[in-house]
């Protein structure tokens, strides 16, 4: 197992929230300007981290999708944690065994630098958020970290930080992630950009935000779980026939529009279609997951890129839940993440 430094490496005045020794959070100012992977700058970029347990223990980042944030567990409040069902003590991430640093990602929702309102946002690359997470170790005192846990976007962050900076971290293991998005992907994501920015234009961007995140919310699941939830018949309500389906997309689409700007959705959403590693180059050794019913992310990506990738093993998992296994699937994703405690 790496080591990581203790808890004299975290900077004194960030070392406890609330009074808890095991909890410690800060933004971080980042070098001025930042300067972009696909050009351009950031004049005054922040980020935003959280690092959840004792850090003399396996210090492992974890990063999801782009609706992700640093909270990842909450010991006090479990289900504020964006991965709750998976992390926290004695579960598959278990957090009595390692200690969880996470981000606010630069664009998206949270307190790290985001896109200015009614603004064109900044194209931000996996890479910077791959940079950015190398001025937070830097910053932390952590010369290097034991592993990268990332699931989506979260998995494509981990890929360009292992090609980047492959000293840096000791293992990586990646959730329905590839080298770069494939292009039946891509259209899906492109028609929900150009929903949102026609909505903006007619000033009635949360309405486009819902049917963005409607169509999204499509993507995600499998037909098979779409069969067993929502096969009832519709119901009329004002004069018109509502699908449960219906219902069921539009409320996560509302859901989703009440805590996301719509500059935040197209800086992140572009930044996944603009992803792209060479494989070949990432020498960490890695643990590639793949989800067999995954419509984002074909299985065949992902066997690909485990193929391609110097070190790697593929496990293969099957869930009705699709692309959004990794936040259903905790008792497929235990025995894979057993490298991250050194029993692989």
């Known amino acids: 197992m790496s080591s990581v430094h203790p808890k004299s490496a975290i900077p004194p005045d960030l070392r406890s929230v609330a009074g808890r020794d095991s909890l410690s959070e800060g933004i971080l100012s980042l070098p001025a300007p930042f300067r972009l992977h696909h050009g351009g700058e950031l004049a005054d970029a922040k980020l935003a981290w959280r690092l959840a347990g004792d850090p003399e223990r396996p210090v492992v980042i974890a990063i999801g999708g782009i609706s992700a944030h640093r909270r990842i567990y909450d010991e006090a409040e479990p289900r504020a944690g964006w991965w709750h069902e998976v992390a926290g003590p004695g579960r598959a991430l278990d957090t009595r065994r390692c200690c969880l640093l996470g981000i606010d990602y630069l664009g998206g929702s949270g307190e790290s630098t985001r896109p200015p309102p009614a603004a064109l946002p900044a194209s931000i690359a996996s890479h910077d958020q791959a940079e950015a997470l190398r001025c937070l170790l830097d ?10 846990l990332g699931a989506s976007y979260g998995g494509m962050v981990a890929l360009a930080f292992g090609e980047r900076y492959p000293e840096r971290v000791s293992r990586l293991l990646v959730i329905s992630a590839a080298d770069r998005a ?6 899906w994501r492109c028609v929900q950009r150009r ?3 026609f909505a903006v234009q007619v000033g009635r961007a949360s309405e486009g935000l819902e049917l963005a995140r409607a169509l999204a919310m499509t993507t995600y699941r499998s037909p098979e779980e779409f069969a067993a939830r929502f096969a009832a018949p519709p119901t009329r309500e004002d004069g018109r026939f509502v699908f449960p389906v219906e219902s069921y997309l539009f409320a996560r689409g509302r859901d989703y529009a009440a ?3 719509a500059e935040e959705f197209l800086c992140l959403s572009e ?23 995954d419509q984002l992310v074909p299985i065949e ?3 690909a890129l485990a193929a391609r990738l110097p ?4 496990h293969e998992i099957s869930s009705p839940h699709g692309h959004d296994a990794f936040l259903k699937e905790p008792g497929q994703l235990r025995p894979t993440f057993a490298c991250i405690y050194g029993e692989c």
């Open 195 to 197: 929903t949102v920015r």
């Open 301 to 303: 990506d992902m066997r």
């Open 259 to 261: 805590r996301v700007r």
């Open 139 to 148: 910053h932390l005192g952590m010369p290097r970290v034991h592993a990268i």
């Open 311 to 314: 070190d790697a093993r593929l």
């Open 271 to 293: 930044s996944i279609d603009l992803h792209r590693v060479e494989a070949a180059r990432i020498r960490v050794p890695t643990t590639v997951i793949a989800v067999r019913e």
């Open 182 to 187: 494939h292009p039946m992907a891509t259209a």
